[in-house]
C-alpha cells in the first residue's frame, strides 16, 4: 500500500526488492523534491503541522510511486504508453509538483515524456490550508509516458 495517509509507517524498500535502488536513488537526486522535503520537515520543527506525520507521508508516497514508476517500466512492451491521472498537493502553504517530480522521475526512468495534460477543473486545498495560507487552485493531470521503442 503507498503511503497516502500520515497513520503509514516509513519502509524500507530494499526489503521488498533490491532493484528498486536505481529508482530510490533517483528520487534522492530530484533537487525538487528533496527542497520539497527539507520545507516540510523544517515546518514540522517549528511545530506548523497539525499532524507530524505528514513530511514522512509524503517523502513515503514519492519513494513508492517510483518504485511503481520502475516496475511499470519493466513490464511495460517496447513503444508502451501509461497514462497516470493525478493531483498536486499543497502542505504548510508549499504546493507540491506531483506532475512534474514524477514526470522528471520517469524520465530518469528512461520513459519519454509525450504529454501532461493539465484537466480544466482543478482542486482546491483543504479548509486547513486555506484558512492560513488562502485559496489556491491546485493541477489536477494527466501524463502520458512512452516506453521507447
Not at 534522492?28 to 527539507?38: F, T, W
Request: net charge positive.
Amino acid at each position: 500500500m503507498l503511503s497516502c495517509t500520515v497513520e503509514n509507517r516509513e519502509k524500507n524498500l530494499l526489503n521488498y526488492n533490491k532493484n528498486w535502488d536505481a529508482a530510490i536513488k533517483s528520487c534522492g537526486e530530484n533537487e525538487l523534491l528533496q527542497s520539497i522535503l527539507e520545507y516540510l520537515e523544517y515546518k514540522k520543527s517549528v511545530k506548523e503541522f497539525n499532524n507530524n506525520g505528514i513530511p514522512r507521508m509524503v517523502k513515503g508516497y514519492f519513494y513508492e510511486m517510483v518504485c511503481v514508476i520502475q516496475d511499470c517500466f519493466r513490464l511495460l512492451k517496447k513503444g508502451g504508453i501509461i497514462f497516470m491521472v493525478n493531483d498536486n498537493v499543497r502542505y504548510a502553504g508549499a504546493s507540491i509538483s506531483v506532475d512534474l517530480i514524477l514526470s522528471k522521475i520517469a524520465e530518469s526512468i528512461g520513459f519519454n515524456i509525450e504529454n501532461i495534460l493539465v484537466l480544466p477543473n482543478g482542486k482546491g486545498n483543504s479548509s486547513q490550508q486555506m484558512g492560513v495560507h488562502g485559496l489556491e487552485i491546485l493541477r489536477k493531470c494527466v501524463y502520458i509516458w512512452r516506453k521507447p521503442n
